[in-house]
Structure formats: C-alpha cells, structure tokens
C-alpha cells in the first residue's frame, strides 16, 4: 500500500486544489483505534491513543476514480464537514493538519493525513474498510458511529445507532440498497425474536 503523507502547507494546498470537491461523495467512512501495518513508522512515533478517520471518496479528478484519505489521532472531529469536503486549512510545525470550514471555523484537527488514489470500477457501498463483525465506535463518530456490520459475497448488512433507534442498511450484491429504522419497541421484539429462534436451534 502507497500512501502519500502530508508533510507541508503545499502538500495540503496541491491535494485539495486536483479534486473538484462539489462533483464528489462520500461513499464510506469509519472510526478505528487500530495502528494497520501501513501506518509508518515516521507516523506512529507521532503517538497518542486517538481515533483515525478513514474516508473513500468518489472524486471527480483525472488521476483515478476514488480517493482514500486517512486522518490520524483524530481530534474535534465533526462528522458533518467531511460529507461536504475541503481540504483548506494549515500544516503546522509538526505535520499536524487543521482544517476549516468555508466561514474559518475548524472541524477537524489531526495529527498526520496520508491518502492514495485509486480506481474502483465497482464500488460496493459497504465494505471497502472493514470486514465482518462489531465495529467501535466513540464520541467522535457523532450519531453516524457504526456498530456491527455483517457481509458475505452478496449481501452487507449495516446497522447504526442513532439516538434511540436502530438504522439498518442492506446492500445486494448488485448494488442496490435498502433502509429501515428501528423503534425501541421493535428492537425489543427483534432481540426476543432472534434469542427465541437462536434456543430453538440450540435444543433441537
């Protein structure tokens, strides 16, 4: 894996500066406290026990079809800004990054960015990140924190908290998707459901 650090205001500047932000999305984003084996050296000695925010954006550029941003050790995160990007901001002294919205306010602080390019001819909406099973989730992810996210060769099923109910997301393997929330009382009836359906096969 090829990353590409933000070392300096140019680098920052010549990143944001190749992508039309308006013609691009989000496709998928989520939180970890892991350390992966492509976080270099050089990044890790920057310390901290924060979050990383991965991000894939589908990006209008001439160089490949999707870009993966990684902000790591996460600090004043708000959620909402990277759905409408920017990378206008400051490097500081130490590779820290800050970045602003339009009206000067910062959103994001962090102590390293590294990205790459690449094409997906076929992004699936789920799944790029992560694999099967609980994912964490902390106060930095707001109301869009991820919980379990489950997925076989055909079939992603994500499921969030937000507030008192549960979003869940599925995703077939050609792409098209569903989305249904999930009431107290119904989770309530669901999670007898499901234990009922689970003793069942157990003793029988």
């Known amino acids: 894996m090829n990353y590409t650090q933000i070392d300096k205001q140019s680098d920052l500047d010549s990143l944001d500066a190749d992508i039309c932000w308006d013609d691009s999305t989000l496709v998928e984003?989520?939180?970890?406290?892991q350390w992966p084996s492509y976080f270099s050296n050089a990044?890790?000695?920057?310390?901290?026990?924060?979050?990383?925010?991965h991000?894939?954006?589908?990006?209008c550029s001439e160089e490949k079809s999707h870009l993966e941003i990684v902000f790591i050790n996460v600090e004043d995160l708000n959620h909402r800004e990277l759905v409408d990007m920017t990378l206008s901001g400051r490097v500081l002294?130490?590779?820290e990054v800050v970045l602003v919205n339009a009206s000067g306010?910062?959103?994001?602080?962090?102590?390293?960015?590294?990205?790459?390019?690449?094409d997906l001819e076929h992004h699936e909406q789920f799944g790029y990140f992560i694999e099967s099973g609980v994912v964490g989730t902390n106060e930095l992810a707001s109301d869009?924190?991820?919980?379990?996210?489950?997925s076989d060769s055909n079939t992603h099923l994500l499921l969030?908290?937000?507030?008192?109910e549960v979003e869940v997301l599925m995703s077939d393997?050609?792409?098209?998707?569903?989305?249904?929330?999930?009431?107290?009382?119904?989770?309530e009836e669901l999670a007898k459901f499901i234990t009922q359906t689970r003793l069942r096969n157990i003793t029988s």
């Open 55 to 59: 991000c894939l954006y589908e990006v």
């Open 173 to 187: 393997g050609s792409g098209h998707s569903q989305q249904i929330k999930l009431n107290e009382t119904q989770i």
């Open 144 to 150: 869009e924190a991820l919980n379990l996210y489950v």
């Open 43 to 53: 990044i890790a000695s920057s310390g901290g026990l924060g979050f990383h925010y």
């Open 160 to 164: 969030s908290t937000i507030d008192r």
């Open 105 to 118: 306010t910062s959103f994001l602080k962090c102590a390293k960015i590294i990205y790459r390019f690449i």
């Open 29 to 33: 984003s989520y939180v970890s406290q």
């Open 93 to 95: 002294y130490n590779s």
